[in-house]
């Protein structure tokens, strides 16, 4: 009966290699968000979506492409991994775009070597 | 540019002891403020937000237009509260978090 789960819980990769983190909610919430937590632990909004619809994209690089196939999973698929890419990634919801309660994962830590 | 500031990063306080922790912003207009909390081995979950005015786990926070700041407070510490604790201004479309303060409680 989780609300917000992520997989995988940590994910140790080598640089310039491809790799997803999925992310799915059972709030029936409209919105969903990636953040990235820095080693430290500054959290910043990547991307968000509202009902399958991309309305944030804050400044990330090509390399990172989120894709939402319907309305409770929020992918994020990262291409040709750097170092810089360590963080962990925080999947969230809310009810909808505006100033709601977001829910969010337990976290991906990702860790490129 | 719309910006939240959380000057301490670590805030170690004896239990019993009155904790503050401190936030500023700096938005044009009326702002939407959040305290965000995450304990060891959980999920960020949402502490408080500054529209219910409520008190949450004996935390409270005002906010202060004048001096543009939204400081959590409460009277006496408990050692179950010690956590990392994020201040967030929702600006338009997103949450824009403070870099956090990890509150440590002594027994």
């Known amino acids: 009966d989780t609300a917000v789960s992520q997989t995988p819980k940590y994910l140790v990769t080598q640089m310039g290699n491809d790799k997803s983190i999925k992310c799915e909610q059972n709030?029936?919430?409209?919105?969903m968000y990636w953040y990235k937590q820095d080693s430290k632990k500054f959290l910043k909004i990547m991307f968000s979506?509202?009902?399958?619809?991309?309305?944030i994209n804050e400044t990330v690089p090509n390399r990172f492409s989120p894709k939402s196939p319907d309305k409770a999973h929020l992918n994020l698929h990262i291409n040709s991994l750097e170092l810089g890419d360590s963080a962990v990634y925080f999947c969230?919801?809310?009810?909808?775009?505006?100033?709601?309660?977001?829910?969010f994962g337990p976290g991906t830590r990702l860790t490129v070597t | 540019a719309q910006r939240v500031t959380q000057p301490e990063k670590l805030l170690s306080v004896f239990k019993g002891a009155p904790v503050e922790l401190k936030c500023n912003y700096s938005?044009?207009?009326?702002?939407?403020l959040f305290w965000y909390v995450q304990y060891s081995r959980q999920r960020l979950q949402l502490l408080l937000r500054?529209?219910s005015r409520e008190s949450i786990k004996g935390f409270t926070a005002d906010l202060n237009k004048g001096e543009t700041s939204f400081h959590l407070k409460k009277p006496f510490a408990q050692e179950e509260d010690s956590a990392m604790y994020y201040c967030?201004?929702?600006?338009?479309?997103?949450?824009?978090f403070g870099t956090g303060t990890r509150l440590q409680v002594f027994p």
């Open positions: 969230a919801s809310s009810q909808g775009a505006g100033g709601y309660e977001q829910y």
């Open positions: 500054h529209i």
């Open positions: 967030a201004l929702f600006n338009t479309d997103k949450l824009i």
């Open positions: 979506y509202n009902n399958k619809e991309l309305i």
């Open positions: 709030l029936g919430h409209d919105t």
């Open positions: 938005y044009s207009g009326s702002p939407e």
